[in-house]
T-cell receptor, first 110, second 116 residues
Framework: ELKVEQNPLFLSMQEGKNYTIYCNYS?????LYWYRQDPGKSLESLFV?????AVKQEGRLMASLDTKARLSTLHITAAVHDLSATYFC??????????FGTGTRLKVLA | DTGVSQNPRHKITKRGQNVTFRCDPI?????LYWYRQTLGQGPEFLTY????????KSRLLSDRFSAERPKGSFSTLEIQRTEQGDSAMYLC??????????????FGSGTQLSVL
């Protein structure tokens, strides 16, 4: 059964700093997804990574996938307060069943 | 608005009562998912449908939970004889079928269930 782990679980960072969130998964998952959730809101898709070596960027966020290492990263560049949210990665079991990690709660301090 | 719609937004019930939630997916999406989320946790997979067929159900889901998607349109999730441990946010999501896979999920706002 696919298991997805994220670290760190909590991240408090200063505006303008860079940081990386890590997502490890336990079995073969060729596709990896990142979502964002604001407090009291539902999840919003950020990135879909479909193959080994895939890299996607949107604004200050960049996601990558290494299927051999079973690792995806979400890199934050020059953080701003608006990026404060909980970020989830999710793996695909291959049968269109998506398993989510426990999330990384990010707080960007002014 | 053509997003995923869930009703009700909030449900308070007494232990032992039955509850039913409804989800209306984005109209052209043929996959529909139910997840459960508790505070500080990620969404936990419950079940999913492709059109009207229920293709997979979590082994963690007791037989008190049942979901339907008649005619492949809206879906309902029923919980019978609710327990306090059922208190959670119930999220519905839908996705299209993309060639090669990799469809992202579009989530509704959820139904917050509180069992007293």
């Amino acid at each position: 059964e696919l298991k997805v782990e994220q670290n760190p679980l909590f991240l408090s960072m200063q505006e303008g700093k860079n940081y990386t969130i890590y997502c490890n998964y336990s079995t073969t998952s060729d596709r990896l997804y990142w979502y964002r959730q604001d407090p009291g809101k539902s999840l919003e898709s950020l990135f879909v990574l479909l193959s080994n070596g895939a890299v996607k960027q949107e604004g200050r966020l960049m996601a990558s996938l290494d299927t051999k290492a079973r690792l995806s990263t979400l890199h934050i560049t020059a953080a701003v307060h608006d990026l404060s949210a909980t970020y989830f990665c999710a793996g695909d079991t291959g049968t269109y069943k998506y398993i989510f990690g426990t999330g990384t709660r990010l707080k960007v301090l002014a | 608005d053509t997003g995923v719609s869930q009703n009700p937004r909030h449900k308070i019930t007494k232990r032992g009562q039955n509850v039913t939630f409804r989800c209306d997916p984005i109209s052209e999406h043929n996959r529909l998912y139910w997840y459960r989320q508790t505070l500080g946790q990620g969404p936990e997979f419950l079940t999913y449908f492709q059109n009207e067929a229920q293709l997979e159900k979590s082994r963690l889901l007791s037989d008190r939970f049942s979901a339907e998607r008649p005619k492949g349109s809206f879906s309902t999730l029923e919980i019978q004889r609710t327990e306090q441990g059922d208190s959670a946010m119930y999220l519905c999501a839908s996705s299209p079928t993309a060639r090669g896979g990799g469809e992202k999920l579009f989530f509704g706002s959820g139904t917050q269930l509180s069992v007293l």
